[in-house]
Every structure is written in C-alpha cells, then in structure tokens.
C-alpha cells in the first residue's frame, strides 16, 4: 500500500471517518457547484475552484510548517504531479462529461477502487485476499447501483467519452497516490497545498490560454455574491479541507481502500439534498451501506470468519 506500517485498529477508525469526512466535504460542494456550472465554462470554473483552494491552504501550511518548509518543497514535483494528477484529471473529467453525461461519469468513476488496488499489486506488491476481492466487488455494487438500478432512467454510454472519463480516474489516482510517495519528508498539510498549487498553475495556463483563444465567457451578469459564497464552499469545503483529510487518509489507510470511499458520495449528496428538503432516496441509502460493508471487509474489520482447514497428523 502507499502507508509504511499497517495503523492500529485505533488508527485505521480514525483514518476511515477522516476519509468519510473528506468524501462528506466533497458532497456538500456539488450542490454548490450546480448553482455556477451554468453560468461559467467548466475549464474557467475548474480553475477558479482549484487557484481559490490552493490560496487557501497556502498560507496555512506556512504557519504550520514555516516559511522554510515551503522554501525546501520540490516545487517542480508538485507542478508535475499536481498537473499530470489533479489538473488532467479535472479536465478529462469535464470532456468526458460533455461527450456522455453524469450517470457515464458516475459509473466510471465508481472503478476507482480498482484502480487503486491494482496500482498498489503492481508497485507495492499488495497481496489480494478473499476479503480484500470481496470488498472491492461490494464497493463496485454498491457504486453503480445507484445509477443502475433504476430501469429507464439510467443512460450508460461506454463510447469515447467513457474512456476519456475512465483516464481521468486513472490520472487521478495516480496523483492521490504520487502525492503521498512523491513527498516523503513533507506534513500532509504540505503534500496537499503543493500538489493543488501545482495543479492550480496547469488549470490556469489552460484557463487563460482558452480565454485569449476567444473561448467561452462566464455569464456575469447572472452572478453575484450567492454565486461568490458558492465558490467559497466548492472551493475550500469540497476541495481545499476535503483533499487535506483524503491526502491524510491515503497515506494511512491505501489508495485502493480509501477510493472505496468515494462511492460513498451520492448517498451523502442525497443526505444533503434531503435536509434541504428533497426526497428520501432508499435505492441510495442500499448502495452506501453496501459500499460500507466492501469497506469493512476490505480491511479486516469485519472478518469473513474463513478458517484454514486443520494440518493432518
């Protein structure tokens, strides 16, 4: 796995809520972000998000760490990584959404956790178990079946546009991982704000070259300050605080277990948009707690109670 040591039963609770807090923090920015994908460009919205996060944190880890921690940082790792991880990974995301739609993004975006697994057999020789199979099948169940498991409604184009999605999980992935073993001597604080600053520079290169091209332009006479504060909550909620408790949960508990997390999100979306109001989803509520149970299994927390046979005399 990314982590050094196997964490005590202690810390291994400790990093799943964590992880479950950072998927939490992600799903309250989606609802925010609805109310701007309108109104601005996806690559101008991603770099708005991504600069105004990498800001925020910026200042936070000087304080935690000293001016001298960010002198020493590799910032050209953290350009790369952060460029090649995060930033192709948002924009893969968003073209790969244009060319299908949100159940096609879902859908691939609940293999993660294969991803994950199979980065970790292959360069950290992780051994596969019955239980670690049998949570990572769960965890795929409960991923799609909240986007499948309603005939008729559920769309699934697995053309271009999927596979284009399907790379930016790749890219993703790889970067949560690089981002942990890439910077071995930095605090998860540092990690995190180095590999966002990096990508905050790609996005915005990108941003401004799409804007000097004649791009598309936000509709700013349909924004204002509601527009302001929710770009303040997709920004340094659902990204700056929830990637520093995800880039903390990596480090401790794997990429392949802590990606089993995310198809958690639409059951903490549907939380969410139940307490504002909104209807009670319990094809929701089977999928989280099916993916929870992969994430138990998964980790030994709740032993399968497979026994080795006796030797013989």
């Not at 949570?135 to 184009?157: C, H, K, M, N, Q």
């Amino acid at each position: 796995m990314t982590t050094l040591a196997p964490p005590d039963s202690k810390s291994l609770l400790s990093a799943n809520l964590i992880c479950a807090a950072s998927m939490m923090l992600w799903a309250i920015g989606l609802p925010a972000a609805d109310t701007l994908i309108p109104h601005v460009p996806s690559v101008l919205l991603t770099a708005a998000r991504v600069v105004m996060a990498a800001a925020f944190l910026l200042p936070i880890w000087w304080y935690l760490d000293g001016g001298a921690a960010l002198r020493r940082a590799n910032w050209g790792r953290g350009i790369l990584v952060g460029g090649t991880g995060f930033a192709l990974g948002a924009y893969l995301m968003i073209l790969g959404q244009s060319m299908t739609g949100p159940v096609t993004v879902a859908v691939i975006s609940a293999t993660m956790p294969v991803v994950g697994i199979a980065l970790e057999v292959v360069f950290d020789r992780r051994r596969l178990t019955v239980g670690l199979i049998l949570g990572l099948l769960l965890s795929l169940i409960g991923g799609t079946l909240v986007v499948l498991g309603r005939p008729g409604e559920a769309v699934l184009d697995l053309g271009l546009g999927a596979a284009i999605c399907f790379g930016s999980v790749i890219s993703f992935t790889l970067g949560s991982r690089w981002a942990v073993t890439a910077f071995p001597t930095l605090s998860t604080m540092g990690r995190t704000t180095i590999t966002l600053a990096g990508a905050a520079i790609c996005i915005a290169l990108v941003a401004a070259v799409q804007t000097l091209a004649g791009g598309a332009q936000p509709e700013w006479q349909a924004l204002g300050w509601n527009s302001l504060g929710a770009l303040v909550i997709f920004a340094v909620g659902g990204m700056a605080i929830s990637q520093v408790m995800w880039i903390g949960a990596v480090d401790k508990l794997g990429i392949g277990v802590s990606a089993m997390h995310i198809n958690m999100t639409p059951f903490y979306v549907m939380l969410i948009i139940f307490a504002l109001g909104g209807s009670w989803s319990w094809m929701q509520a089977l999928s989280a707690a099916i993916v929870g149970l992969g994430v138990l299994i998964a980790q030994g927390i709740l032993p399968l109670g497979i026994r080795k046979p006796p030797l013989p005399l």
